[in-house]
């Protein structure tokens, strides 16, 4: 086994093997041994050609899953690409840092304590790159097992992150397998941890209590980027209204339409809002869309919030929030907190204002309390966690997916969603222009969905549930948790060192 991987090309076949882990494949057994490759190059090849074969093995791994960026139609092709570079570029290092620290250390102190840096290290590393403003956990080996329902159901547990460890483990272990003379010590280890997380979901699957119901739907129209910003909004408006007039005969109570349905600050506009009134008026329809808002200090600054508003059947008063976690660099140059000036630099970002907390909207009728997640928030686990433990019953979250055209942005982005959903044990109503709307059990089972780019309406009768998972209590522990788990076991090595 060494022999075939012995060189830097197990660095490159591991790359290969992961994207196809990840969606649109989604060949989930593979994330298994996928790094296998990569911890036997690293193992055989000193710590510089380590470092170096495995940035350039990262840059092949993060390109193949995140090359969408640059086709973000929303900017200039320009600073799409040099963003897409930019984030490749800082994800390789991820892989670099790894391949060289499981170089040094097993030289110096042997495979076992090789591994475990490399399983700490790279999940400590997810973390970080995952965290803040500039912070974007979107390739971590947890979405690589989004499709598999047993295991996903660990995320409750230790959020997303708790399964990247696991994928990692798995692989470290099986690497053992293959090189430790204490054969029966590390098959036993390595079928123990394979098992155990699939093991655990299919008893939560058995014993999930899925408690009462609400129906709901999601309604998309496919309006095309361009014509959205370009063509008129009142048409627009009567798209979403003409395809959602037929639920007034239906069982269903709340509707949720896409980010920027609406695309007006719908505040200040009299007439959308009758007309969105009088729509849910007549068809006894709750309604969430998607709109620009001013607010607060979005108004006295001009910047506007990307805002969710809530419309409910006789209550002429609005309710809204706004996005928490904002794309950076899309919506806002981050780093404005501390050097206003920032705010002045135009790259092509919209500049949107961040909200400072989440909102939840008020229980309706039949209708719990519910808040709504916008776009990529469902990759954080601190903004859902805050949601739910403010008293949210229901999530919706929507998205505009339709910037990157047909590519595997889509497919991803509604994965993460599946992932989030079971972390705080919600159901999603999930409303994705150009994308798939779909209906998302607190399982993380896809209830009902559409296909990519198809319009239509989604619906079905959802479970409320109400408890708070460990993975929400602790959604703002996992960085210094990981931190501390890799500061200790740093120590550990250098205490050994210190006594050989």
């Known amino acids: ?105 097993h030289a110096r102190h042997g495979a076992v304590w090789s591994v475990a840096l490399f399983v700490a290290l790279y999940v400590f590393l997810e973390v970080f790159w995952g965290t803040g403003e500039l912070g974007f956990p979107w390739a971590i080996w947890a979405l690589s097992q989004s499709r598999f329902l047993p295991a996903i159901q660990m995320v409750e547990l230790g959020d997303v992150y708790g399964l990247s460890l696991w994928v990692l483990s798995v692989n470290a272990l099986l690497f053992l397998v293959l090189t430790s003379r204490r054969h029966w010590l590390s098959v036993s280890l390595f079928l123990l941890v394979l098992l155990s997380v699939p093991l655990y979901g299919v008893v939560r699957l058995w014993s999930l209590d899925r408690g009462p119901r609400l129906d709901v739907a999601a309604v998309q129209v496919n309006t095309p980027v361009d014509d959205k910003w370009d063509g008129t909004s009142e048409a627009i408006l009567d798209c979403y209204v003409a395809a959602t007039r037929p639920l007034a005969d239906s069982n269903i109570e709340l509707v949720v339409w896409p980010e920027t349905a609406t695309p007006v600050p719908l505040r200040f506009r009299d007439w959308a809002r009758r007309r969105l009134q009088h729509l849910s008026d007549s068809s006894g329809l709750a309604i969430v869309t998607g709109a620009t808002d001013y607010a607060g200090e979005a108004q006295r600054g001009m910047a506007p919030y990307n805002a969710a508003f809530y419309v409910r059947p006789d209550e002429p008063e609005l309710q809204a929030s706004a996005k928490v976690h904002l794309v950076p660099f899309g919506e806002r140059i981050p780093g404005q907190r501390l050097f206003p000036f920032l705010g002045k630099v135009r790259l092509g970002q919209a500049e949107f204002m961040p909200a400072r907390e989440v909102e939840v909207f008020d229980r309706h009728g039949a209708i719990p309390p519910f808040a709504c997640l916008i776009c990529f928030e469902v990759l954080f686990p601190d903004v859902a966690a805050d949601m739910v433990t403010h008293g949210a019953l229901l999530l919706a979250n929507i998205t505009e997916d339709g910037w990157y055209g047909r590519s595997s942005e889509q497919s991803q982005h509604l994965e993460l969603t599946r992932l989030r959903a079971v972390a705080v044990r919600r159901s999603i109503v999930r409303a994705a222009n150009l994308g798939y709307p779909a209906i998302i059990l607190p399982t993380g089972e896809i209830a009902s969905r559409l296909n990519l780019d198809q319009a239509g309406i989604v619906q079905c009768s959802v479970p409320l549930e109400s408890g708070i998972t460990p993975a929400a209590r602790c959604s703002r522990l996992w960085l210094p948790f990981y931190s501390c788990a890799l500061l200790a076991l740093v120590g550990a090595l250098y205490l050994k060192a210190r006594r050989a």
């Open 1 to 105: 086994m060494k022999s075939y991987f012995a060189d830097v090309a197990g660095f490159y076949l591991s790359a290969v093997l992961g994207i196809f882990c990840f969606p649109p494949f989604g060949f989930w057994p593979l994330a298994y041994f996928a790094l296998v490759p990569f911890l036997f190059a690293a193992v055989h090849v000193d710590g510089k050609r380590a470092r170096r074969h495995g940035y350039a093995a990262g840059f092949v791994f993060f390109g193949g899953l995140l090359y969408w960026i640059g086709l973000n139609s929303g900017a200039p092709v320009w600073l799409a690409w040099t963003s897409a570079f930019a984030v490749v570029a800082i994800l390789a290092t991820v892989w670099s840092v790894s391949a060289w620290a499981v170089s040094r250390i």
